[in-house]
């Protein structure tokens, strides 16, 4: 949602864009009403489960490990705070003003992010493009980084 805003902003100060699994909208879901919830009573025991939905990956446990010990450097309170700043946040009726070359690379397995969102995005940004990693979970940047590297070099020297 930031990178979005940020483009809507000031599209000038870019030449291109990368949205990974990417939401333009804060409305709460179901999921996340559990994550928050789940922030506010134990909030330990809620990011380990967060990381290891964000990364199902088999192959991933030193990426898993790596991402427990990132999220667990905050706390529940500034969690719950994150997740609340950005409930009223609809880019939606904006998206189509995007004209910038854009990519959404998005992780079949990600059940954090709908891929639905991902194919919003695909049709509401013009000159954009859905790549979709049929290995990969939410966070494919840290889990497949060669991939992601792959696309970007492919869609941005076209």
Not at 120 to 137: C, E, Q, R
Request: hydrophobic share 45%; glycine share 6%; with cysteine.
């Amino acid at each position: 949602m930031v990178a979005l805003e940020a483009v809507l902003l000031h599209p000038e100060r870019f030449t291109g864009l990368v949205i990974v699994g990417g939401r333009y909208t804060g409305a709460p879901t179901p999921a996340r009403d559990r994550l928050l919830a789940g922030c506010k009573v134990n909030f330990s025991a809620t990011m380990d489960a967060f990381v290891n939905a964000c990364s199902p990956e088999d192959d991933c446990d030193a990426e898993r490990a790596w991402g427990k010990l990132i999220v667990n450097r905050s706390n529940g309170p500034d969690a719950v705070q994150m997740m609340e700043c950005v409930e009223h946040v609809d880019l939606t009726s904006r998206l189509t003003a995007i004209t910038l070359p854009t990519l959404i690379l998005h992780g079949r397995k990600d059940v954090i992010v709908s891929l639905g969102s991902s194919e919003t995005l695909a049709l509401l940004i013009p000159n954009s493009k859905l790549v979709i990693a049929d290995d990969a979970g939410h966070v494919p940047t840290i889990t497949r980084p060669n991939w992601v590297a792959q696309q970007i070099d492919e869609f941005f020297t076209r």
